[in-house]
């Protein structure tokens, strides 16, 4: 059975940094291409961040260059160093596999003077 229990949320202000973790189970973590997704309120879950089984990254426009994804595949844990956030930052953050499976509970990040 998956499960991803994703951590690390909190309150920030404009400017700061959180640094979010994925420990997943029941996956084939070590072949699995992973994600980091967000949902904003009123809006769909997006895609925020990609990473490979062995390391390369990939990002949305909107967080490259402030945002850095990066993965423990001996832990099959996975993290999101947010850097220069932005109260459009604020959303639920979630992880998963790609293609996604079942949904964990996501952690809230807030962003905000």
């Known amino acids: 059975q998956v499960q991803l229990v994703e951590s690390g949320g909190g309150w920030v202000q404009p400017g700061g940094s959180l640094t979010l973790s994925c420990v997943a189970s029941g996956l084939d973590f070590n072949v699995d291409a992973m994600a980091w997704y967000r949902q904003r309120p009123g809006e769909e879950r997006g895609l925020v961040a990609t990473?490979?089984?062995?390391?390369?990254?990939g990002y949305m426009s909107f967080v490259k260059g402030r945002f850095t994804i990066t993965r423990d595949n001996a832990k099959s844990t996975m993290f999101l160093q947010m850097n220069d956030l932005k109260p459009e930052d604020s959303a639920v953050y979630y992880c998963n596999r790609l293609p996604h499976v079942t949904w964990g509970q996501g952690t809230q990040v807030t962003v905000s003077s």
């Open positions: 990473i490979t089984f062995d390391g390369d990254p």
